[in-house]
């Protein structure tokens, strides 16, 4: 059985990434981040966004497992000048930032602080102490237990600034 393809327009498109953006980083934050001039990226089988290009740099990809978005490193750096702090950062020690920088997952005992609404499974940005990105990921802890926990990994990175 084929699939449906979608068929949107530029404008309901735009509409409809900006809209699940603030749903997932606060409200806003899809008219800011997603700017009209973006480049759309649609999957050829079903016909749906896949990926978001901004000035020829992928921003983000729209998972269709869940319909959120799963950042980039550029992505979560342009988030991350959008976002007041301390909103999805997860802030870890300096010393262990270059392992963190090579797309090592970050543990419990390595944060310092977490934006207290963080939950699990949703996307962050992990920062040096400076709020420089260093790494992106998915919470696995809540943003409480991130700083309180001494055991168990806090984020999965998924891309960090020095990996090969």
Known sequence: MK??????????????IRSIANYQFGRRAGIRLFPKNVK?????????IKHIFLNGELLCTLRPTNGYFGLTLYGARRLAKILPRPRLRVVIQGEVAEF???GKSVFAKHVVAADQEIRPMEEVLVTDQNDEVIAVGRAI???TEMPRFKRGVAVKVRHGVNES
Do not use: D, M
């Open 3 to 16: 699939a449906r393809l979608e068929s949107l327009s530029k404008i309901e498109a735009l509409e409809k």
């Open 40 to 48: 759309l990226a649609f999957s050829p089988n079903t016909g749906r």
């Open 100 to 102: 963190i920088k090579q």
């Open 141 to 143: 802890l809540t943003g």
